[in-house]
């Protein structure tokens, strides 16, 4: 692994607060929906009580603390979180004063559980940037919804049971940083992202709690460096 990657195993709380201040150009945050929110410390700048405040109601979703570090080692806030609905409106108004947008994922072929209530075929993800961070890239990539079909493949293939397609992170990183720019996901997973850094010439540094997913991840992100290079090496000839 090059030392463009940096892949941490064990708890990202612990881990992010060892990272320097204004370090990262990029985050994005795709935390299990089972974590406890917390009411402890962390910083959000002069508006830490208030930001507190307004997260802290939520029951299941990102942890507050960890969302104060993230926002701590970033050069300025531009981040995306992936989230339910009722996450969504927290961070919204936890946010205001930054610009927002709200992205949606739509599944072609949602599971078919529609007992008393719509289909589970939507994901959302907000996009949250401080006044003048700019958004790279052109109209192919500026859409605020996608539809594709459920991420079977990936599913099988790392076994993981909530992978985002590829293609999308791709097009948030394009996005949302530079070729060289540092990422952070202190969520990884699978490994979506630090994947589609390597595709997307990004510097990557990511977290996950769970041994397994670690190690899928970590041979996930060094398969996709190795075809990278030989890909390079093909060009060289």
Known sequence: MTAAIELHQGDCLEWLRTL??????LAILDPPYNIKSTEGGGAFGS???EYHGKLAPLSRGLD?????EVLRVMKATNLYIWGNW??????LLAFQGCNTNILSWHK??????????YLT???YCLFIRAPGVKVRGGYEDHGTWWLTPLNTEDK???????PKPVDIIRRMIRNSSDPGDLVLDPFMGSGSTGHACVLEGRRFMGCEIEAGYFETAKARIENAEQKARRTLDGWGH
Do not use: F, G
Request: charged share 20%.
């Open 20 to 25: 320097p201040d204004n370090s990262v150009d």
């Open 121 to 123: 075929d939507t994901e």
């Open 47 to 49: 508006n830490a009580k």
């Open 156 to 162: 099988k293939q790392y076994h993981h049971p909530t």
């Open 86 to 91: 009722r996450a969504i409106t927290q961070y």
């Open 108 to 117: 072609s072929n949602p599971v078919p559980m529609c007992a008393n209530k």
């Open 64 to 68: 507050i603390d960890v969302l104060a």
